[in-house]
């Protein structure tokens, strides 16, 4: 793989009323960006909702959970039909307190870890196998055989930074191009068993909720994610990422105003320099009373065209939404994108191998 190879994903998509992504308060959260109140959906948000659509499309995905040591010990008995639920908890905390990963008295981790299935299933054979544990086995172990998630997003383990895995993927928070003016909705409800015998609402209340036209932007630095799997996986795995994340949708109140959209525009950059987030067209909030995903999209294409006197050629710059677009290759549907991105990828892959 080339030295430095960078995916940028840069994506508009419109919400229509909703709140995918709430604060404290109950409302969807917001940014002040360009003097203006902006939506926003949290990068944390969005992330969580990639990792369900992995795990819904049989991507390998980990677990994020206070109870790996109960994970391991039911793998461990899953393996030795002998180890009674004390023994095998017993063991599975030596495991963890052998890597540096402190398990309390509920058998419960610090903070939420991150762990794959290949490293649990791993763990339990090795401590099988080894009556003695040895320290640097069982963090080779756990830092080996990583999820598509864990080696896109990382693990911080404040116990032991040694487990540490940096991320190779930076997701930005999504704002709005243009300012969001917040809404509520006032609801009643009636009791069905009253009838009409009684008057007035059983029930009222209100929902916060605003509706935009919002910038996404998502990196990959492939070298990263080739050095937590390999190569041909990090390719493959950053085929996935592209398309669970232009797929996913955050599913804060999903059900009450059933906003899942999909983009209006995506454009896929593949960089050998430096990942380049174009939120900036919109520092400038976009105006309109004729909708905001078209001048939206114009706004972001000026300033793709104008990063460039900053910036090397990429490799590829595929655009999927606008069939006239001036600045990269067009590409009929989201297939033909992930095909192109593909391609691309395994190209560089293949070029550093026969450098090599």
Known sequence: ?????????????????????????????????????????SSQSWKKAVRDVFKQDNVSAGTRTKTAATLLAKELQARDASLDDEAAMDKATEIFTTAGVKINKDHETGALLLVSRGQIAKLAQYALDNEELDKKEVKKVLKGDQS?????????????????????????????????????????????????????????????????????YANVNMNELANNLN???????????????????????????ANKTLPSYVMVTVRTDTPVNLVSAF?????????YVEPSIERLETEY?????????????LVLGKADSTIGDNVANLSELLTKVTAALAKAVQDENTND
């Open 1 to 41: 793989m080339t030295e430095n190879l960078y995916v940028d994903l840069s994506v508009l998509q419109t919400v229509p009323s909703s709140n995918i992504n709430r604060d404290d308060t109950g409302a969807p959260k917001t940014a002040l960006y360009g003097g203006v109140s902006r939506a926003r959906v």
């Open 148 to 216: 598509l998630d864990l080696a896109l997003f990382g693990r911080m383990v404040a116990d032991n930074p040694e487990l540490n895995v940096d991320a190779s993927a930076q997701v930005a928070h999504a704002v709005s191009t243009h300012e969001v003016v917040p809404e509520y909705d006032y609801f009643t409800a009636l009791d069905d068993e009253q009838g009409n015998e009684t008057t007035g609402a059983a029930m009222l209340g209100t929902i916060d909720f605003n509706s935009a036209t919002l910038y996404r």
């Open 231 to 257: 190569a041909a996986d990090a390719v493959k795995g950053a085929t996935e990422f592209i398309k669970d994340f232009l797929l996913s949708m955050p599913t804060g109140k999903q059900n009450t105003f």
């Open 283 to 291: 520092e400038n909030p976009v105006t309109s009373k004729n909708g």
């Open 305 to 317: 065209a104008r990063t460039q006197e900053y910036v090397d050629q990429p490799m590829i710059n």
